[in-house]
């Protein structure tokens, strides 16, 4: 059974930055596509990034530019890089990683909250 954690949430002020970081249980290569999600409350769960396997990378429209998505093979482990930070960025943010049998597995959620 995969496992993946988040980490690297937190308050930060707007306009700072924030990095967060998924680490898996098992190899990363295990999966075709990562990517990172969020929720505000209230809402429904959105698309923030998304890499595949073969490196390609594609972003909600409302943090591009400002958000990076990457991975470390070495580490097991997904970031996303949140520069620019926005009040609207303030979410729980979910790690979600799919198989290349289409098993979806995800992490807890860490909590991002930017102040104004």
């Known amino acids: 059974q995969v496992q993946l954690v988040e980490s690297g949430g937190g308050l930060v002020q707007s306009g700072g930055s924030l990095r967060l970081s998924c680490a898996a249980s098992g190899s990363i290569s295990n999966f075709n596509t990562m990517g990172w999600y969020r929720q505000a409350p209230g809402k429904e769960r959105e698309l923030v990034a998304r890499?595949?396997?073969?490196?390609?990378?594609a972003y909600a429209d409302s943090v591009k530019g400002r958000f990076t998505i990457s991975r470390d093979n070495a580490k097991d482990t997904v970031y996303l890089q949140m520069n620019s930070l926005k009040p609207e960025d303030t979410a729980v943010y979910l790690c979600c990683c799919r198989t290349w049998n289409f098993a979806d597995y995800w992490g807890q959620g860490t909590q991002v909250t930017v102040s104004s």
């Open positions: 890499l595949t396997g073969g490196g390609s990378t």
